[in-house]
């Protein structure tokens, strides 16, 4: 497998610049966003995340890839395609990056401000959230409480 649209090196503070909004996905919101589901494509923020994808401003932490096919092999979800193929096709997809698990990323997960839920997942996801100060585009009820602490800035699909 090929993965061209790796981040190599990632800088914190890359999202959020004046000019357009970056965003990262939560692991439901990348594989929701690339279905078409309802839930994303009718949340008020659609656009912005479409105008986002047109600058590259869309990223995905790479513990999205390991959680997808953790629920799959689980069949938690099922996919037309073999997982492997489909997460190849699906981190094609226009705008989008995989940011890589870096070491800064990892201990931060570790050490999140307040108090959140164990989940390593989740931890990682918002770390990465955190390391590139963009906000979290996501569903996940825990995520979004602990957003409201001020650890994070997330959007609520």
């Keep these: 497998m090929s993965w061209k649209k790796t981040i ?3 800088q914190p503070g890359r999202c959020g610049t004046p000019k357009s909004e970056y965003y990262i996905l939560d692991t439901h919101a990348w594989v929701w966003l690339l279905k078409g589901d309802n839930r994303i494509k009718k ?5 912005n995340v479409i105008k986002a994808s047109r600058v590259s401003g869309l990223y995905l932490s790479a513990i999205s890839v390991w959680e997808l096919a953790m629920l799959e092999s689980k069949r938690r979800i099922v996919f037309s395609a073999e997982i492997g193929a489909w997460i190849e096709q699906a981190l094609q997809a226009p ?9 800064a990323i990892s201990i931060d997960s570790t050490r999140l401000p307040g108090t959140f839920h164990g989940d390593p997942a989740d931890r990682i996801i ?6 590139l100060q963009c ?5 996940d009820k825990e995520i979004c409480n602990y957003a409201s602490q001020g650890a994070v800035r997330a959007v609520r699909i």
């Design 43 to 47: 949340a008020a923020f659609f656009k």
């Design 126 to 131: 918002v770390a990465t959230a955190r390391h």
């Design 8 to 10: 190599l090196s990632v």
């Design 135 to 139: 906000p979290l585009i996501t569903a």
């Design 95 to 103: 705008g989008l990056s995989l940011v890589p698990l870096l070491p």
